[in-house]
């Protein structure tokens, strides 16, 4: 018996190596038998130093494989192949050279199973090299409907994962499950790109883009092998024949339908039928049909399997169907009036970025699916040929415009006017977007150019204190810009510029500042020179000028403290009062607790430009001292400002005097008298 089986071994290892190998390198042979009317698919390993076969099969429509693990035992010239309780399952015999295994199937008695026909397999690659080779086909960067078939043959003889070898079965399955849904998806995208843009211009363009079309809706062009149970490769489909009879009707070369004599075979394709299937197998849209043709295909459907249900879901769907078809009918005539429409600003406004109304859709009952069929894809590249010619006559707009005519604040305003805000549309909105960059432009354009002209004013401005001063402190001066300001990267450019220049007249300016506070004459009357006004304004931020800012302020502070201090003095020799009275306090009046020092009253006084004056008459026990104000002259009025009080001595004090009566006045009193002296001792406005 071992020895039997060693023969056993060395007939069949004999039988199916062409070439030399190793003699446990396995086998493969794959095929189809028939049982019970079933066509099942076959994937087998052989094992020659086992004498084992593997066997898998399937119904074709079946996803999981049935699986026998067989041992083959000599029987004249056949191999039978049982399991491992003995019961036999196939007769086999292997040709000579190895390349082809014809077998039948057996009952437990071994006998040929009656139901069973016959069957031959082929020799063919590993597991493994098929699985690698289908994988290779699936990464198929630009695939044809060739290269879409070939894949779909193999991805339905795809083989058992377990046939693979073991560390590789994780890895293939999941390389396999990202590989094919990306290669269907690039396939149905490559293919209705390659059917609508394909030539059409001559009979054999248009006989090239039919077949390729007619390939490409196929049942072997679909993964499963079938148009009926798998719905994306249905969807294609339709796309791949609406995409060729739309075009070839807008041509005037109306798609002709699939030969009549397989229309019965093709609807038995499908496991039940609607309108879209329908399509399918007679091969023509339904928006081509009419009721002629409707009639006929009734006629025609009769002597099919499922004629019946074929002519039940015309009387039910022909409604729906005309439908379509008249809507087909009036989106194709509203195309053709949009597509000759003249390439202007105009005409894309007025027709709402070439494309209909909401409003028109709904009435004509339009669904958006009809309407990007029939319409939107259509009239693509004569909107963006509008659309690039209407952005062609803003953009001539804009340059025919100058500031005095547009100023820049107005210029977004002009993209209301000339293109209005329509949201909701695409097309509307981007040319909105154009209109609003092409304003932003122009309002650029125009910035820079006054920039520029600025900068060379500067550059050939004097690098000195009034320099700045008479060119806005070497900074851009936007006045002239009507609203408009520049952006961060414009203020950089200019700064950038004019950073030298504005760095080397901050440095002589400040020289020049410190120098003109210095020798400036605290008592002069004459209006000050802008330099000695540099700390009063508002000063430029920019830190290259900050030494100079400094210095104004600086020198402002400083100026002021001593022009107040010569003017206090000078209105201290002027008031004509002693030290005695110098040395006291005036109250409001003779009630009043306290009142501020006379010092501080023509001090006060004389930084408001407020002449107080002490005059007496008399003499002796006689005398009288006065207090008198003179505000500053008016030329609204013909006589000096003059307001005098007489001043009488606090009892029981030597220096503290009151304001009494008042002796005379041309003008009113500037503040009420319980405040006026305290207003002008502490630099109120008491003018």
């Not at 062609?392 to 006017?417: D, H, K, N, W, Y």
């Not at 008198?628 to 009080?645: K, M, Y």
Request: hydrophobic share 40%; proline share 5%.
């Amino acid at each position: 018996m071992h020895f039997r089986a060693k023969a056993l071994v060395g007939l069949l290892f004999a039988s199916v190596m062409a070439a030399p190998a190793q003699a446990d390198e396995a086998t493969f042979y794959r095929g189809t038998h028939f049982c019970n009317g079933d066509r099942l698919l076959d994937d087998w390993e052989f094992q020659p130093s086992e004498a084992r076969f593997r066997i898998y099969y399937r119904k074709t429509e079946g996803t999981s494989f049935q699986v026998l693990d067989l041992t083959a035992a000599s029987a004249g010239e056949d191999l039978i192949l049982s399991d491992r309780s003995g019961r036999p399952w196939v007769a086999a015999r292997i040709a000579p050279n190895g390349e082809q295994l014809r077998g039948r199937w057996l009952t437990s008695q071994g006998r040929p199973q009656s139901e069973c026909e016959p069957f031959t397999l082929e020799r063919t690659a590993s597991a493994k090299a098929r699985m690698d080779s289908l994988l290779s086909l699936l990464g198929t960067a630009d695939p044809t409907v060739e290269t879409a078939r070939k894949a779909a043959a193999e991805q339905q003889r795809l083989p058992p994962i377990d046939l693979l070898p073991q560390l590789d079965q994780q890895t293939d399955r999941r390389r396999y499950g990202e590989a094919a849904p990306a290669f269907w998806k690039r396939f149905y995208e490559a293919q209705r790109k390659r059917l609508a843009e394909g030539a059409i211009e001559t009979p054999a363009d248009r006989a090239r883009v039919v077949a390729e079309m007619r390939a490409a809706t196929a049942a072997e062009a679909t993964p499963r092998g079938s148009l009926d149970g798998d719905g994306a490769a249905r969807e294609a489909a339709l796309d791949f024949l609406r995409i060729v009879a739309d075009r070839l009707a807008a041509g005037g070369s109306p798609l002709e339908t699939l030969p009549a004599e397989g229309l019965c075979e093709r609807l038995s394709g499908f496991t039940y039928v609607d309108t879209d299937r329908l399509e399918l197998a007679v091969g023509l849209p339904t928006e081509y049909w009419d009721r002629a043709f409707a009639e006929d295909l009734i006629r025609r459907v009769q002597s099919c399997r499922n004629g019946r249900t074929v002519v039940q879901l015309l009387t039910h769907a022909y409604p729906e169907i005309e439908k379509r078809r008249k809507v087909a009918a009036w989106l194709r005539e509203q195309r053709d009036r949009l597509l000759a429409l003249p390439l202007s600003l105009a005409s894309f406004r007025e027709s709402n970025g070439l494309s209909l109304s909401h409003e028109e859709l709904r009435r004509n009952d339009v669904t958006r699916v009809a309407y990007e069929r029939f319409v939107g894809a259509a009239l693509e590249p004569r909107r963006s040929a509008m659309e690039e010619a209407a952005a062609g006559e803003i953009r001539a707009a804009f340059a025919g415009e100058t500031v005095a005519s547009l100023p820049l604040g107005q210029a977004r305003s002009r993209c209301e006017q000339w293109v209005g805000r329509q949201w909701g549309n695409d097309a509307l909105a981007r040319l909105y977007k154009t209109c609003t960059n092409l304003a932003d432009a122009y309002v650029d354009g125009a910035i820079r150019r006054s920039f520029q002209a600025q900068v060379e004013r500067i550059e050939a401005a004097p690098k000195t204190f009034e320099g700045l001063r008479s060119h806005n402190w070497f900074q851009m001066d936007t006045s002239d810009l009507a609203g408009a300001y520049p952006s961060a990267a414009i203020s950089a450019e200019f700064n950038g510029k004019v950073a030298a220049a504005r760095a080397e007249a901050a440095r002589t300016a400040r020289e020049e500042v410190e120098r003109a506070f210095a020798a400036a004459d605290p008592l002069a009357e004459a209006p000050e020179a802008p330099i000695l006004q540099c700390g009063r304004g508002l000063l430029p931020s920019d830190e290259t000028l900050r030494p100079v800012v400094e210095a104004c302020r600086a020198g402002t502070r400083t100026f002021d403290a001593r022009r107040g201090e010569a003017r206090c003095k000078q209105a201290l020799e002027a008031s004509g009062a002693g030290d005695g009275l110098l040395a006291g306090t005036i109250r409001s009046s003779a009630s009043v607790q306290a009142g501020p020092p006379v010092r501080r009253i023509v001090c006060g006084a004389a930084r408001q430009k407020v002449s107080v004056t002490f005059p007496a008459s008399g003499m002796l026990w006689w005398s009288k001292q006065f207090m008198e104000l003179r505000l500053p002259d008016d030329p609204r009025r013909t006589q000096p400002a003059t307001i005098r009080w007489l001043l009488e001595p606090v009892a029981g004090s030597k220096t503290d005097w009151a304001l009494s009566t008042i002796e005379t006045k041309t003008v009113a009193l500037p503040a009420p008298q319980e405040t006026i002296l305290s207003c002008l001792a502490q630099d109120g406005s008491c003018r």
